[in-house]
């Protein structure tokens, strides 16, 4: 007998209907957790959209200009700012201590210090090296930059045949001056920058700072002095609402991309299309309903003229997306550009997804978000009993390969044996047959 083909034909027999079904129940547990790892990811990507309007300060949507490049260079640093025009002169850059020592001709030869000290100070704090008596001029330099105490050190090749250590401050300004208390290489003595402070004439009054890079004086702007003018960078900032209309229309595509997914995934399914993930689940459909209820309601930091959606131009066509009319948002953000900031923020920053205040429509729809996504959510929920569908699965899977094996080896040596019994007896049947047909009376002996 064909032992192979038998045992073959009778497991599969037995096992082939529980795998079907076992593999059918492993493709919908991959289709959902493939449908909610796409949910979530929208859900998030939703969130990081509201969140760019979130905040009160999220509204400071600002251009910036600048008439004097040359002199400075002027950018928005994130904080509040104040739309104007303001007039900057620069009079005087800021500039760090620089000091020389007498020049050396070996780099790496002893200085035949014995214990000798060399200290200095920087802005009231002071530093102390002792030197050994084998120690060069790069072991000078090593220690003092290890001091760490606002003071570069390094050697520099005069003209290839010898050396002098630079001592410059790592700051500018005359509070990061470098005073030198003592020394034996004179560095004290060859001073070569004195350290100055920026001065800018600022509308017309003078200004000192230490450093070049002042983001105190003009609010929510960092100034980076770069040349003594004589004429003034004007520096306006006003207010960008075209960034304004960015950022809403990106929560608006954000939330197209949200509704068409869910959509997908909650898709019944036709001739020409299979089902979603959750086809059948009534949560998913009803995550994508409460936020489109914001998109349709009054918000709840509403104002006089902007109270819903629509009011900004956000409208829904008749294939279910929503549209931004951009001359009613430009109208919008023209007019009632406060009442906007209030309508998505409450005019609050770093509000808590806790609590009953009111959040604007940004905060309702992270809170909203975030009641799924959270600990003990909907997405968690799901992502937990996916889990140990998983788990099940794979051991009801290990189980039915244990089976196969098991009732393989059984009929193989069911048939093993079955095959030696048939063997045997024809063997037998072959001997009788030979005794026979030798016998006196058989018809082949007469």
Do not use: W
């Amino acid at each position: 007998m064909d032992t192979k083909s038998l045992v073959q034909a009778l497991v599969d027999a037995e096992i082939a209907p529980k795998q079907s079904g076992l593999e059918r129940k492993v493709a919908k547990a991959e289709l959902e957790i493939s449908g909610l790892a796409k949910l979530k990811s929208a859900m998030q990507n939703l969130q990081t959209a509201c969140s760019n309007l979130n905040d009160a300060r999220d509204f400071n949507f600002s251009a910036i200009s600048n008439s004097n490049n040359n002199a400075l260079s002027a950018t928005l640093n994130g904080s509040d700012v104040t739309y104007g025009s303001q007039n900057i002169i620069v009079s005087q850059l800021a500039k760090p201590t620089i000091m020389t020592s007498d020049s050396i001709f070996d780099k790496t030869a002893s200085l035949n210090a014995n214990n000798d000290i060399f200290s200095f100070t920087v802005d009231g704090s002071q530093s102390s090296i002792t030197l050994d008596a084998d120690d060069s001029l790069e072991d000078l330099a090593t220690k003092i930059n290890d001091a760490d105490n606002g003071v570069t050190a390094r050697i520099v090749s005069v003209d290839g045949s010898s050396y002098k250590l630079f001592l410059q401050s790592k700051n500018p300004g005359v509070e990061n001056s470098i005073v030198v208390n003592n020394d034996f290489l004179n560095i004290g003595f060859n001073e070569v920058q004195n350290a100055q402070d920026a001065v800018v004439s600022y509308n017309g009054v003078s200004i000192t700072r230490s450093s070049n890079l002042i983001a105190d004086l003009i609010p929510g702007v960092t100034l980076s002095l770069k040349n003594v003018s004589v004429d003034a960078a004007s520096i306006e900032v006003t207010r960008d609402d075209a960034a304004a209309a960015d950022a809403i229309k990106n929560l608006v595509a954000s939330f197209n991309e949200f509704n068409s997914l869910v959509n997908d995934l909650t898709s019944v399914g036709d001739q020409t299309s299979e089902a979603g993930a959750f086809a059948s689940d009534p949560t998913v459909r009803d995550i994508l309903n409460q936020a489109k209820d914001l998109f349709i309601d009054e918000g709840s930091t509403a104002g006089s003229n902007i109270k819903r959606m629509m009011d900004l131009g956000v409208m829904v066509d008749r294939y279910g997306v929503y549209q931004v009319d951009d001359n009613l948002l430009n109208n919008a953000l023209s007019n009632h550009f406060d009442e906007i900031k209030k309508y998505f923020s409450a005019d609050t920053n770093d509000q808590s997804i806790y609590g009953v205040a009111n959040r604007g429509f940004a905060g309702d729809l992270i809170k909203q978000m975030d009641d799924y996504l959270g600990f003990n959510g909907f997405i968690q929920s799901r992502e937990s009993i996916n889990k140990n569908s998983v788990d099940d699965l794979s051991e009801a899977q290990d189980k039915l390969s244990e089976k196969q094996t098991a009732l393989e080896e059984r009929y193989t040596a069911q048939f093993t044996t079955m095959n030696k019994i048939m063997s045997e007896m024809n063997s037998l049947k072959d001997y009788l047959d030979n005794q026979l047909n030798n016998m006196p009376f058989t018809s082949n002996n007469k």
